[in-house]
């Protein structure tokens, strides 16, 4: 994948056919703590109401058609100088490097855009081997095993904690 092809940029309401696409897959939202999306009505709420007033949600484009996203989350009061990243892209884009490129170019903007964050958490699911070397290629560093730490799709699971610190080098 040419990754002068890869962009983020937030959201807009004419995203709505494009997201459907991706996040109408089971396969996509197994990880994720919503389910597939299953109508243009319910991607249309969604992103009105959750991926938009986002504080920052970014959707992964390709030539400008989105296909996933990337977040960050800031935390809140003394908490604040830390962030939770998530990411999801549709599965027929699975294995490029495009959401490490997306990652990346997520890491180099909010450190700019946030002054006072100096540190991005993310915590991914022991299975999920991809999201795992998504973060190892990006340069974030595993720190730990969380035992049956998040609830997912009726289940609490293990989870391991990776992080990337504003004084990190981002990884080319």
């Known amino acids: 994948m040419d990754a002068t092809r890869i962009s983020l940029r937030p959201f807009k309401l004419s995203d709505v056919d494009d997201f459907i696409l991706w996040a109408g897959d089971d396969r996509l939202t197994r990880y994720l703590r919503w389910n597939a999306i299953s109508s243009k009505e319910e991607a249309l709420t969604y992103l009105k109401e959750v991926a938009i007033p986002h504080p920052w949600r970014r959707s992964i484009c390709i030539d400008d058609r989105s296909i996933g996203y990337v977040s960050v989350k800031p935390e809140l009061g003394d908490d604040r100088c830390r962030a939770r990243v998530g990411y999801a892209v549709g599965t027929e884009h699975w294995g490029q490097g495009i959401v490490t490129a997306a990652v990346k170019m997520a890491v180099f903007s909010v450190f700019k855009e946030i002054p006072?964050?100096?540190?991005?958490?993310?915590?991914?699911?022991?299975?999920?081997?991809?999201?795992?070397?998504?973060l190892q290629k990006a340069g974030f560093m595993k720190e730990g095993l969380l035992r049956?730490?998040?609830?997912?799709?009726?289940?609490?699971?293990d989870m391991i904690v990776y992080s990337f610190l504003s004084t990190d080098k981002i990884v080319e």
């Open 116 to 134: 006072y964050l100096v540190r991005l958490e993310a915590l991914v699911e022991v299975e999920n081997k991809g999201s795992q070397r998504v």
């Open 148 to 157: 049956k730490y998040g609830y997912n799709k009726g289940e609490i699971r």
